[in-house]
């Protein structure tokens, strides 16, 4: 299987700051990384497949970058709805894993 | 717009088989990948698999051989059977859209989950 690993599990930020999410797999995936958004409660919500293409209705504050095993989520100016925790998964080779989950919290 | 609705109980025995249904309205069941995930209270996502509109199947390799996913087209619905269960199968079952753009694949549309404890 490949092994995807989100760092940090953690992160306080405020309202406009910038911040970057990193997705590591165990494997090179080439451009096969989704990016979903999860809030307390809810189910998962798609942001962005391809590595860097937002799903319509995405904000462009969000953005992906990367190739290979070293992948990138920026939300380049938090807003109050941002805060949630946030999933890499891989789709590239069955299983189909996810990162462990990056909660983002306010500072 | 297309919606997906988990349905089944809520509580299940251990060894017992966990079923349960998702029903898609809204919009066909054709031409998609439609998936089952879980995700154990306080913890992250496991994809358990997925069944293609015509009937083919693919696993977990991790819950292959407890797993079936039928589908039935006429009612625009599919389903999980999970056979043998244990405590640690205790989870919120989404059931999930597999949509493709390219060669790529991501889980676009979810069903707004299910919680299954297992319990005697």
């Known amino acids: 299987d490949i092994q995807m690993t989100q760092s940090p599990s953690s992160l306080s930020a405020s309202v406009g700051d910038r911040v970057t999410i990193t997705c590591r797999a165990s494997q090179s995936i080439s451009t096969y990384l989704n990016w979903y958004q999860q809030k307390p409660g809810k189910a998962p919500k798609f942001l962005i497949f391809?590595?860097?293409s937002l799903e319509s209705g995405v904000p462009s504050r969000f953005s992906g970058s990367g190739s290979g095993t070293d992948f990138t989520l920026t939300i380049s100016s938090l807003q109050p709805e941002d805060f949630a925790t946030y999933y890499c998964?891989?789709?590239?080779?069955?299983?189909?894993?996810f990162g462990q989950g990056t909660k983002l919290e306010i500072k | 717009q297309v919606q997906l609705q988990e349905s089944g109980p809520g509580l299940v025995k251990p060894s017992e088989t966990l079923s349960l249904t998702c029903a898609v309205s809204g919009g066909s069941i054709s031409s998609f990948y439609w998936s089952w995930i879980r995700q154990p209270p306080g913890r992250g996502l496991e994809w358990i698999g997925y069944?293609?509109?015509?009937?083919?199947?693919k696993y977990n390799p991790s819950l292959k051989s407890r797993v079936t996913m039928p589908v039935d087209t006429s009612k625009n619905q599919f389903s999980l059977k999970l056979n043998s269960v244990t405590a640690a199968d205790t989870a919120v079952y989404y059931c999930?859209?597999?949509?493709?753009?390219?060669?790529?694949?991501?889980?676009?549309?979810w069903g707004r989950g299910t919680l299954v404890t297992v319990s005697s």
């Open positions: 998964q891989q789709s590239y080779s069955s299983p189909y894993t």
């Open positions: 069944i293609y509109d015509s009937g083919s199947t």
């Open positions: 999930a859209r597999g949509a493709t753009s390219g060669y790529h694949w991501y889980f676009d549309l």
């Open positions: 391809a590595v860097s």
